[in-house]
Every structure is written in C-alpha cells, then in structure tokens.
C-alpha cells in the first residue's frame, strides 16, 4: 500500500511545477491569463516525491486510476470483513444451537450406556405426540376472589406493584401452607401465580380446619333450631339476640338533636383529631364527628341509613346537625367550639353516648388458618360444648360420690356409734342425690348458657360480614386482616370499633364513616380483605338477608335519598350533599355480591 502522506506530498509538489510550467508558457505566448481562474484539481494524484515533471499528458490519468484502484481495493476489504464477521456468527450459531440439538445425546449418561440399553430405548414407543404451540390464556385461568382466598390467613400488599399481593392458605386436602401471588385484573378478578409450599404434608392425620370443617359424626343434620335451610340461623338463635337499638330510639334522637338539645359545653374524646364529646343541659352525652372533608361525614351517616333499612340494631342512634352558634343549640358552647377548632355552618354527627361498653375480640371461627363459618362450624361448635358439659358433670358428681363411699366406710367400722352411721348414710345419701342433682342442672344450664352467648355473638357476627362489605368498612376487621401481615398477634386483639355491652352482650358497630365514599375510594386496594371474610360466610341472619332483597328491588339509591331528606333539616342539606351515584352503582353491585354469596351456599 502507498504512504498516504507521501502521496499528498507529491501532490502538492506536482501543483507547483504545474504552476511554474504555465507562467512560463503565458510569458513565451504573450497572452493575459490574469481574468481566468486557476483550475483546481478535483482529485488526489498519487506520486513519489522524487518524481519529475514530464511532458507527456497521460501522467495525470495513469495517477487517477491509481487512486480509483486503491478506493475500490479498500471497500472490497470492508465487504470482506463484514462478510468473515456474518460468517462467523452464523457458524457459532450452528455450533451452539444446532449440534447439541441434533447431534449430541440428550442424557449424559447415554453415550457410555450399553447398546442394549440404547436398542430398549429406540423401540420404545412413545405414547404422547410433543409438538411445540403458543399458551393461550384460558377464560378460566382468571379466579374469582373467593377461589383465591379461601382458607387464606395472610395477605401481604406488594409495595411495587399495588394490584398484586402475596397469599398463605392452608390447604385443607393434605394440611399444608402454601404461598402464591395473585395479581387483580380490571374486571375484579385474578391472576394466580405458581405456588410455593411452605410446610410438608401431613400423612394419615386430620388438620384442624378439617376438623372442624366436617362434622363429627355422620348425620347429616343438626340440633333443631339452630340452623334452617343450611343457611339461616333459626328461631332459637333469633330469639335469642339481644334486641339493640330499635327504630323508636332513633326517632326520639332525632327529635332530641334537632329541637330538644341544647349544647352546654365540649369535653375532649369520642377518638381522634377533632371529635368531641358534647354535653347537653339535661345531662345527655353523645359523641359529635367533626371533619374537615364533608365525604366522611356523609359515609358516617349513611352507612347508619343503610344499617336502618336493613334492620341492624348494631348502631348507635346517630343524627345530622350543623355547628351554628347563633342558635339556642349551640350559643352556649361558644368558647369550647373555638378551642376545638371548628367552623361555623360545618355539619357533624351526633350519636348516642354509650357508657357501658367493653372491647370485642375476633371470633375463633373468623381467625387465621379457621377462617369459615357454615352449618357444619355451627354442629361442631354444639357438640363440642356439650361434651365439654358433661366432663364437667362427670368432675363435679365423682368427688361427691367418694366422698360420700368414704363416709359410709367410716361410719360402718364404728360399732359404738350405730345410730350415726345410719343418720350419716341417710342423711348423706340425701345430700349426695340433691347435689349431684344440682351440679348437673347447673352444669347443663352453663353449657347451654356458654352455647347460646357463643351462638349469639356469631350470628352478630354474620351481620357485621355482611354490613361491613357492603359498606366497604376499612376500620374494623379489615384494619386487622391489613395488619396481620406486620402484627401476627393482631387477630387475637380486640376488633378495631367493636365493642359490646356487657348486660346484653349486644356487638355495637362504632365509626362508620370510611363508608360508601372513601371505602369505595380505595377498593382497588382493599377489596381482597374485604371479600376474604365474606367468601368464607355460609351462615347468615334471616331478617337482614331479606331486607337485603327489598332493598335491592326498591333501589337503594333512592332509598337512602328518601331516608336523608326525611330525617335532616334544610340547613343541614344546604352543607352536606346527599349520596353520589357513583357510590349507588357499586353499593348495587355489592348487594348482588351478598346474595349470590348466600344463593352458593344454598347450593353446596
């Protein structure tokens, strides 16, 4: 190859001699060069720098083709080398994709195995076609929440990712944990993952949650009036639940907060941020919700309109108000209601103060790796404390039947004392007939006393399920469920606003007001936890299902509308809106979820 540097410097040397060359032929020929241009060349020229200047024309030519060559020459090598590079590739293809496909063995150990072995092998025939195909995504790979959650005890959020949460459930089949992820699509189902087992199986020997899922013995009813149509608790449970808060209670409220009460004075209480326990002139307490945002305040008082028309005696009677300082109401409260921070013409909610109130825990059956109750919980739940009665029974009377043998032994070996020994055996043996008599009346009684508080706190139960999905509640057991993934002792506390009332053991329903609004708001969310109680619910209450039912043919939107005008004043309309129907449309769509929940387990 040419020395590129030196042939620029030929170049420029041949421009030179050129130039000195035509000077000398414009002087010999007379002729005024001085308006032309200087031709430039428009091509290198290739020359050794010893080179000299010759006469013959075709010098420049035979320079220019050997530069045409050298440009072609240095292109055909480019072409070249990408051409060795295609080559190469392709090669390295072929020796790593196709050899060990084709021409090595599939098992390692085939090379060095016996031909016999190989001859086996070869005539074996295969009984299944493989052919290589696209997975389709089948209609039926997106499950419903209650297929994903059943048997679920822990649901972790995913802080990446918020529609896709990790699952553990208990697999009853073989008793095993296993854990999975799921994603929820946009039509409300999901998307299961590959499942990971956490525990080994255990052989020959029954779990707990079938246990207590199947029942004891192979009859396939249970005691009479405890459950009717396997999913209605009967006339001995409903007879049974304390009566609550009756509707003649909210309209003596009602008439109480809007023309009877006059406000002396706010207390600090009744929870959090600016919630106030408010003291009327007669002494009646209640507790005023108080919120910057009006939608709390609506989900507040709605979720206690739909409790009402559902007939849950669970709520505190509960009214609207507005804070208006120029009113006999609330003028003298002047002083607290600036230290609380509130605003004139800003609505609350009053509801009635209730004093003898304890915390209420999580029901067995509604805790981890036991999370169901059906008819079979319910005849379990019956036999168990019944033979927990009669163990008792049986330790009670044996000391007292000892106790009285020994006395008869006694007395028998004294012969100075005749007249005693009789009067010990006789009036022992009365005293032993009276007590064993009363010990196993009392014992039956307390058996069937623990049944019923158990039995009634359960069917509470079943309303509260239902009254909190449909409202979707955020702060009560679902605060819990969304705890439990950082608290495993959670489950165990006492229920976020539950209480009871220690005389009639009535459940009451506190702070309702992330309802219909803000629970809506947040379903995306949430909405794993609150169908996880409900797909496992197949014991419901009667009355509230039916309500369910004409609710649903009235339109609960208006319903509600109808409720709202009836029992609030102009003033409190003016400054709190009525029910948004997008919170009609999905409180529609979860009615519907309730009663198909009770039409499947009618069907199991």
């Known amino acids: 190859m040419y020395d590129i540097k030196r042939l620029e410097a030929g170049q420029q040397q041949l421009q030179r001699l050129q130039q000195l060359h035509q000077q000398q032929q414009q002087q010999s020929l007379g002729l005024d060069l001085s308006g032309l241009q200087k ?18 024309p075709n010098s420049s030519e035979a320079t220019h083709m050997t530069l045409l060559s050298l440009r072609r020459r240095r292109s055909l090598q480019r072409r070249a080398c990408l051409l060795s590079i295609l080559a190469a590739f392709v090669f390295g293809m072929a020796l790593g994709v196709v050899v060990p496909m084709f021409g090595l063995p599939r098992n390692p150990d085939a090379a060095e195995s016996p031909p016999d072995m190989l001859q086996e092998i070869i005539v074996e025939p295969l009984q299944t076609n493989y052919r290589v195909a696209f997975i389709k995504e089948e209609p039926d790979s997106e499950l419903s929440a209650e297929q994903v959650f059943r048997n679920a005890f822990h649901l972790e959020q995913d802080k990446d990712a918020p529609d896709s949460m990790v699952v553990k459930k208990l697999d009853t089949n073989d008793g095993t944990i296993k854990e999975f992820h799921v994603q929820r699509t946009a039509n409300g189902r999901y998307r299961k993952g590959p499942e990971r087992r956490l525990t080994k199986k255990i052989p020959d020997r029954r779990t707990q949650a079938e246990t207590l899922r199947a029942p004891v013995t192979t009859t396939t009813e249970g005691p009479s009036g405890l459950i009717e149509d396997s999913v209605f608790w009967g006339p001995v449970v409903e007879k049974a639940l304390p009566k609550g808060f009756a509707s003649e209670d909210q309209l003596s ?133 019944e033979r927990e009665g009669e163990s008792d029974r ?83 057991v679902v605060n819990n469920l969304y705890n439990f993934q950082w608290n495993a002792d959670i489950m165990a506390a006492p229920a976020h606003n539950l209480a009871r009332q220690p005389a009639s053991q009535l459940l009451v329903f506190l702070d309702n007001e992330s309802g219909l609004l803000h629970g809506y708001r947040l379903l995306k969310k949430y909405e794993a936890y609150h169908s996880l109680l409900l797909d496992n619910l197949c014991v419901f209450r009667r009355p509230t299902i039916d309500a369910l039912k004409r609710l649903r043919a009235a339109g609960p939107g208006q319903q509600l509308r109808d409720l709202f005008e009836k029992t609030t004043s102009p003033g409190v309309r003016d400054v709190l809106p009525s029910l948004p129907d997008k919170s009609v449309k999905i409180l529609v769509e979860r009615i519907d979820r309730v009663l198909g929940q009770v039409q499947k387990c009618q069907g199991s």
């Open 394 to 476: 049986e330790r009670e009377t044996e000391p007292e039947r000892q106790t009285g043998l020994l006395k008869r032994l006694g007395a028998a070996s004294s012969p100075s004392s005749d007249h005693q020994s009789r009067a010990i055996e006789e009036t022992g043996a009365g005293k032993e007939g009276a007590a064993a008599a009363s010990a196993g009346a009392g014992a039956g009684e307390e058996a069937g006393g623990a049944l019923v508080q158990r039995l009634i706190e359960l069917a509470q139960w079943s309303d509260l399920i239902v009254f909190d999905y449909l409202i979707a509640n955020l702060d009560r």
């Open 253 to 385: 409220w009602e008439r109480f907060v809007g023309e009877q009460g006059r406000v002396v004075r706010l207390e600090a209480g009744c929870g959090r941020m600016q919630n106030r326990l408010v003291i009327f002139a007669d002494g009646t307490r209640a507790c005023a919700r108080y919120r910057q945002n009006t939608d709390q305040i609506q989900g507040e008082i709605f979720s206690y309109y739909l409790g009402q028309l559902l007939n849950i005696s669970n709520l505190a009677p509960s009214a609207a108000t507005v804070v208006d300082t120029s009113t006999p109401s609330w003028a003298a409260a002047l002083g607290d209601i600036g230290q609380a921070q509130w605003k004139e013409r800003r609505p609350v909610v009053l509801t009635r103060w209730l004093s003898d109130l304890e915390p209420a825990g999580i029901p067995q059956p509604f805790q981890p790796l036991e999370r169901h109750l059906n008819k079979h919980d319910v005849w379990n739940l019956t036999r168990q404390l």
């Open 39 to 56: 031709q430039q060349l428009t091509c290198s020229v290739i020359a050794a720098p010893s080179l000299k200047l010759q006469d013959n």
